[in-house]
């Protein structure tokens, strides 16, 4: 089966920084999404990653192994702003969006 | 431009009733796509329009019938739905089916809830 695992809450601090894992397991590979979802609110697109390597845009970085099967987001300097969920999606063999569940990200001042 | 936009933004309806949630987006993108999301789950797919062709139908019941009239609008008709139902709908397109540009864009969803 396909499955994308997220932890499913974190905490940290205004100002701070933290890591937002996703390891997964999907039939095939064709890159991995990192959006944010505000509460009641659509998806928006944070960073797309096919190869190995960080990519970094502004205080956001995403970074993937593809041999580990593992990927995370970084935040930087984080403000209150950023309190939301995060979902990791993978393309699999068949160009379809697998979903992790996401994780909900609680930053307190 | 990267906006999706879809209408309406909330919907009440009874079981009997029969509605139409649309969403457009000036682009250019080829693909089209229907999501539900239920509180604290992630976007669960429902239809994908490629080309304005139904390319995937993810055993959707028929109470719910898409449309792509064309290629910048598309149409999600409910009716005889049920109270599990209410959830968002989100809409999203992407340029094309695959390969590196298939990032999907969302629109702002309609906030659907069946009494």
């Not at chain 1, 937002?20 to 609110?41: D, M």
């Not at chain 2, 028929?62 to 449309?67: K, L, Q, V, Y």
Request: charged share 20%; proline share 5%; aromatic share 10%.
């Amino acid at each position: 089966g396909q499955n994308i695992d997220q932890p499913t809450e974190m905490t940290a601090t205004e100002g701070a920084i933290v890591q937002i894992n996703c390891t997964y397991q999907t039939s095939g590979f064709n890159g991995l999404f990192w959006y944010q979802q505000h509460a009641g609110e659509a998806p928006t697109f944070l960073s797309y990653n096919v190869l190995d390597g960080l990519e970094e845009k502004g205080r956001f970085s995403s970074f993937l192994s593809r041999s580990k099967g593992y990927s995370y987001l970084l935040l930087k300097e984080l403000q209150m702003k950023d309190s939301a969920s995060y979902l990791c999606a993978v393309v699999d063999s068949n160009y379809q969006l697998i979903w992790g569940a996401g994780t909900k990200l609680i930053i307190k001042p | 431009d990267t906006e999706v936009t879809q209408t309406p933004k909330h919907l009440v309806m009874g079981m009997t009733n029969k509605k139409s949630l649309k969403c457009e987006q000036h682009m250019g993108h080829r693909a089209m796509y229907w999501y539900k999301q239920k509180a604290k789950k992630p976007p669960e797919l429902m239809f994908v329009y490629s080309y304005e062709k139904l390319s995937i139908n993810e055993s959707v019941p028929s109470r719910f019938s898409p449309e792509c009239p064309n290629s910048s609008l598309l149409n999600l008709h409910l009716h005889a739905l049920q109270p599990e139902d209410s959830a968002l709908y989100l809409c999203a397109s992407s340029q094309d089916r695959q390969g590196a540009t298939d990032t999907q864009y969302f629109g702002p969803g309609t906030r659907l809830t069946v009494l």
